[in-house]
């Protein structure tokens, strides 16, 4: 069996170092539009409204869905773009990122080139269905 490690001499800014740098800076970009999320509904006026769970669903997904059913009076500063803008973005990168995840992973596991292009193909067409159906529940809920 060949070795697929790369000698020291070759090594570089490829496609696999790209994709290493992105896994790290969406999980800490993940946990900045969490943070975002914490703080608003706090600023908002959840520190005296909402339990501790409905806090943190609040600020793993910034959504009006997950407010409407709690003692919040005005939910119009939840209905924002600014929340829209950021449950998107949260939701594109854990998407991106827990996808790139089961691709290195499956890499570990499949030897053949082709079945790790089918690998790839069906990852990339479930991320974007994925990313399409919550886009469409961010933005009309």
Known sequence: MKSRTVPLSKRGLNFEM????FTRL??????????????GALVIGARTQMNFADLMRWGFMPNISHVQNTNVADL????????KLTG?????????HGVHGLVVI????????????????????????????????????
Do not use: K
């Open 18 to 21: 790209l994709m290493w740098i």
């Open 26 to 39: 969406s999980a800490l970009g993940m946990y900045f539009f969490l943070l975002v999320g914490v703080i």
């Open 76 to 83: 119009i500063p939840w209905q924002s773009p600014l929340w």
């Open 88 to 96: 998107s973005a949260l939701l594109l990168l854990a998407v991106s």
């Open 106 to 141: 499956a890499d570990d596991y499949i030897v053949t080139p082709r079945g790790r292009q089918i690998v790839r193909l069906i990852s990339i067409v479930t991320m974007l269905l994925m990313s399409a159906a919550g886009l469409y529940l961010v933005w009309t809920y």
